[in-house]
């Protein structure tokens, strides 16, 4: 069964302070994506990643760093974290090749909330 | 615009009833997947479906590329279906950039 886990699992922080989300999978997937989550919304893509020591950005980059140290790493960055980004967080992870390889496994999600 | 759109946004039904929940979407797609979360939890694939269609127990999902839409079918509702349902699109033929909608609630009652 696919895992994908993350850390911490929710989060106080102040307005502009740095915050680090982190997530780790042991799917050996290649691709790792990063999303957050508002309230009466779907889900939108802040990063992804294809291969370590890559980052690409997805739909809502602004705001938001990411890294991939390792295959099985990926952290999430918000150097100055603001009102705006409180939100749950999902990282997730699939395979590489078409079809149902390109699946997506969720983690559980980090709620960040915002002071 | 929103490229994805569900609809309807939220279904109550009675154990027994059959649901029909259905996906639009307004660019062309490489994969379509559905996903369905609890409250205030994780998302799990319930199809990977880029065309044609799939079943699964008492679920199917049909997607029709031409006419861009994709329509998930639960038969017998359970109390147990309540959540969330999410169509995502992949607009990539690989790694899946995947652009969501914003789910239909469904709840279930006895």
């Known amino acids: 069964e696919a895992a994908v886990t993350q850390s911490p699992r929710s989060k106080v922080a102040v307005t502009g302070g740095k915050v680090t989300l982190s997530c780790h999978q042991t799917?050996?997937?290649?691709?790792m994506y990063w999303y957050r989550q508002d309230t009466g919304h779907g889900l939108r893509l802040i990063h992804y990643?294809?291969?370590?020591?890559s980052t690409e950005k997805g739909d809502i980059p602004d705001g938001y760093k990411a890294s991939r140290p390792s295959q099985e790493n990926f952290s999430l960055i918000l150097e100055l974290a603001s009102l705006s980004q409180t939100a749950v967080y999902f990282c997730?992870?699939?395979?590489w090749g078409g079809g149902d390889q390109d699946t997506q496994y969720f983690g559980p999600g980090t709620r960040l909330l915002v002071l | 615009g929103q490229q994805v759109q569900q609809s309807p946004t939220s279904l109550v039904l009675q154990e027994g009833e059959n649901a029909e929940l259905q996906c639009n979407f307004s660019t062309s797609l490489n994969s379509m997947q559905w996903f369905y979360q609890r409250p205030g939890g994780s998302l799990i694939s319930v199809f990977y479906?880029?065309?044609g269609t799939k079943q699964s127990g008492r679920l199917t999902s049909t997607t029709v590329i031409k006419e861009r839409r994709s329509s998930l079918h639960i038969s017998s509702s359970q109390i147990t279906d309540s959540g969330t349902y999410l169509c995502?699109?992949?607009?990539?033929?690989?790694?899946?950039?995947?652009?969501f909608g914003q789910g239909t609630i469904l709840k279930v009652y006895l």
């Open positions: 997730a992870s699939s395979a």
């Open positions: 995502a699109m992949g607009r990539t033929s690989s790694g899946q950039k995947l652009v």
């Open positions: 799917n050996n997937h290649d691709y």
């Open positions: 479906n880029p065309s």
């Open positions: 990643s294809y291969v370590a020591d």
